[in-house]
Each structure stands twice: as structure tokens, then as C-alpha cells.
């Protein structure tokens, strides 16, 4: 599930993923809304503890997508 909690593609498509871990469909689309609703959280928070001012934030979150985004 790690790809789609981070939004990338994944080999395997949702039912997929339902089906082996033995969830509903539905069921698999509500749990990747909440993981990734509180991966964002966490996240944000993270990167809170290490710049100094908290309008920074976005830049840093923009910066750190850039980074890992290239090859």
C-alpha cells in the first residue's frame, strides 16, 4: 500500500489490494483517504520540528517532493 499512500502509481490497482487483505473495495478507498490525510499530518509536523518559522513550511514540503521526485 505504500505506493498509494504517497500518490505514486501502483502495480497492483485498489481491488487488488482489497482482496488481499481481504477488505471491501470501498472499505480499502476510505483507509488510503484516512492513511494519507494522517501521513500529511505527520509530515507537516516533521517539518515543523526542524525549520524556524512555520511559513516556511510549504517551501520546505515543496523542496522535499522535488527531491525525492527525481531519479
Do not use: F, W
Not at 19 to 40: C, D, K, N
Amino acid at each position: 500500500m505504500t505506493p498509494c499512500l504517497a500518490g505514486r502509481n501502483s502495480k497492483q490497482s485498489h481491488a487488488e489490494i482489497a482482496q488481499s487483505l481481504g477488505m471491501s473495495l470501498p472499505a480499502i478507498r476510505v483507509a488510503l483517504h484516512r492513511l494519507r490525510q494522517r501521513y500529511r499530518v505527520l509530515l507537516r509536523e516533521e517539518i515543523a520540528q526542524t525549520i524556524a518559522d512555520p511559513k516556511d513550511i510549504e517551501d520546505e514540503i515543496k523542496h522535499l517532493i522535488t527531491a525525492v521526485s527525481q531519479p
